[in-house]
DNA sequence: ATTGACTCTCACGTTACGTGATAGCTTAAA
DNA sequence: TTTAAGCTATCACGTAACGTGAGAGTCAAT
């Protein structure tokens, strides 16, 4: 398939300056010109197009995705898998930096306090090593202060829990809204209750009387439903299944 | 809390040029000065510059976001609410990607086959009207091939409805990977159906059969599984669910 | 033959900082 | 108390990835 600039342009919704940029730069060269000049792309371009745009969606800069898809080892396949790797990664971000904002506008309506950092937690703004993240991450004093058994551990083990803690209720709050009667919460739920029992002994009535609790303590129910309103409800009834079909 | 360029840079993980440059522009200046000249910003100023950040997130030039949290009529807790707006809309392109690579992974495996447009489906790359999609959509000819009933409808309409179909072979792939026996299916199945009877005369039977040609034509299974691999059957059954459910 | 929609190549403009250069400030250690 | 490390400041030029005309040739249809 022959194509123009326009056509091209139309077909992956980027301007015509932005091939005649990369065409410039070397980045995407014409599989051939018609005798009066005019650019013309075949598929293969269009595919190769497809890899650039996607390295670009990533955060890569241009210069960077010439190297890469002019080398020859350069292996379509792994590419693919790789870009999938890191748009699931993305899709994590985002999800944390949603929990973030319901978290931001729970607090302004003054349910909740937020410390500086939580603030922006979810938020990684430092882009520039291409997304391979190794900032720190702070614990959550809250749950700790109500998870007293933890105290002889130390802090990043505690920053570590707490970390993981989040994560869960985070996946859980997500879980019910995209699923509610889905059986995958039963997974995380018994992350979660071994996770508990990393630092306290749960028998399984002792965990479905915590998951009461969730419920009928407000100190637990505010920090939880800081995931999603509703969620600590959510997660007794979750735990009390985990338990009655576990025993 | 009183903090200098540096610490408010480490905190939210931008560059100390970057504060220079709001600064400069005008966006964010500091609470005060040092008397020796250094900038103080205050915890407002943190949450001021948090709002920017998410504004800038969503691909809003600075100029923008200026105005925007200027504006006197600003109104936080609205601000935050289209924010998380925006940001479900992006986990929703977010997915579309995602299912757009796995879906060219098959393709490079020679599994299945894709047209160019296609190939560029779910990547919305015109990020310039700040993420007030107002882009063409392409139908998918394949689809429009096969029910040809639609023939003397104008091609914008064609369009559209073949990206609605497509917006619902999609829905219907991610439901099935979430929550298999969810009910919501049936839901969009009758959408489904509701489409269906824009372009034909479909009985409740006629709809039946048509589920069951998904799997036993190759030509509609190989179009519909391009979504999901055994979407197809999915359809099937779920249109014999429908159908019986609904006489 | 003309119009309208594309195409080309300069070439300067723009956004959001990066990257030194040079110089003053602060604080803890020698 | 000086000294060095680590911040801080203000120019000011550099850069990435195009945007935005300007001026001119091309193509398809009426």
Known sequence: MAMTVKQVADIVGISVRTLHHYDEIGLLEPDALSTSGYRIYSDNDLEKLQQILFYKELGFP???IKEIINDPSFNRQEALELQRKM?????????KMIASIEKTIQYTKGEITMSNEEKFEGFD?????YEQEARER???????????????MTKKEQQAL???MNDIYRELASLRDLAPEAEQSQAVIEKWYLLLNKMG????????????MYVEDERFTKNID??????AKFMRD??????????
């Open 125 to 129: 703004f430092s882009r520039n090593p």
């Open 238 to 247: 979750a735990m009390a299944v985990y338990t009655d079909n576990h025993k």
């Open 162 to 164: 707490g970390e993981e």
């Open 226 to 231: 800081q995931f999603g309103n509703g969620l």
């Open 62 to 64: 241009l210069k960077k």
């Open 201 to 212: 002994d749960y028998s399984l009535d002792a965990f479905k009387g915590l998951g009461q």
């Open 87 to 95: 748009l699931l990664e993305r899709r994590l971000r985002l999800d």
């Open 138 to 152: 702070w614990g959550d004093e809250a749950i700790d202060a109500s998870n007293q058994k933890i105290g002889n």
